[in-house]
């Protein structure tokens, strides 16, 4: 069975810190992987996806993904964290008709 | 260009009864997925529709059915109402056979269901 794990529900950081969010994934056969992001009063929209290549991927707003197979990993990355990336971010893996997400990360950026 | 809509925007019930959630995809998209995401939980499929047909569906019972229209807006239902089934219900839309694990899917704002 498919499943996406994040290991941290609840993320505080200062503006200029520098972000790294978990995610852990279980899927039998090729996968693919995203990021979705929230901001407060807005919908869910993709941040970044990978599904071959460079393992090292690169999203908007500054946002970066690496895939490490070996470790079944997937984790988001940015050098320096932004007030307005204030959101919750959903990992999430997938294959043909069916994404699975997982429990998501609630950043909150302080000033 | 209008994103995903969806009606309406909260709704309640009680235990036993049905309801009918509704989703028009973004212009140009004729794939729409559903996810029902309960309170600190990230969206879980429920099914995803193409070409007016059900191609993929999670792990929910038969309680939940849906349709999808020749224009590609969309209908969730659900029979018998349980408390449980009280989450937040997300429509998502998508250009292409894909499939929701392989295309970038733009998601609606949501319908806010308790179940009393």
């Known amino acids: 069975a498919q499943s996406v794990s994040q290991h941290n529900h609840h993320v505080i950081l200062s503006e200029a810190a520098s972000l790294e969010l978990g995610c852990n994934y279980s899927?039998?056969?090729?996968?693919?992987l995203f990021w979705y992001v929230q901001y407060p009063g807005q919908h869910l929209q993709l941040l970044l996806k990978?599904?071959?290549?460079?393992?090292l991927v690169k999203g908007i707003k500054g946002f970066e993904a690496e895939f490490i197979k070996s470790k079944f990993s997937f984790n988001l990355r940015k050098p320096s964290v932004q007030w307005s990336d204030t959101a919750e971010y959903f990992c999430?893996?997938?294959?043909?008709?069916?994404?699975?997400f997982g429990t998501g990360t609630q950043l909150k950026v302080e000033l | 260009d209008a994103g995903v809509t969806q009606s309406p925007t909260h709704l309640i019930k009680t235990r036993g009864q049905q309801v009918t959630l509704r989703c028009s995809p973004k212009?140009?998209?004729?794939?729409v997925s559903w996810y029902q995401q309960a309170l600190g939980q990230g969206p879980q499929f429920i099914f995803q529709?193409?070409?007016?047909?059900?191609?993929q569906r999670g792990n929910f019972p038969d309680r939940f059915s849906g349709h999808q229209f020749p224009n590609y807006s969309s209908e969730l239902n659900v029979n018998a109402l349980l408390l449980g089934d009280s989450a937040l219900y997300l429509c998502?839309?998508?250009f292409g056979s894909g499939g929701a694990g392989t295309d970038t899917q733009y998601f609606g704002p949501g319908t806010r269901l308790t179940v009393l």
């Open positions: 990978y599904f071959s290549g460079d393992p």
């Open positions: 999430g893996a997938g294959g043909g008709n069916k994404l699975t």
């Open positions: 998502a839309s998508s």
């Open positions: 529709y193409y070409e007016e047909e059900e191609r």
């Open positions: 899927y039998g056969g090729t996968v693919n």
């Open positions: 212009s140009g998209h004729d794939t």
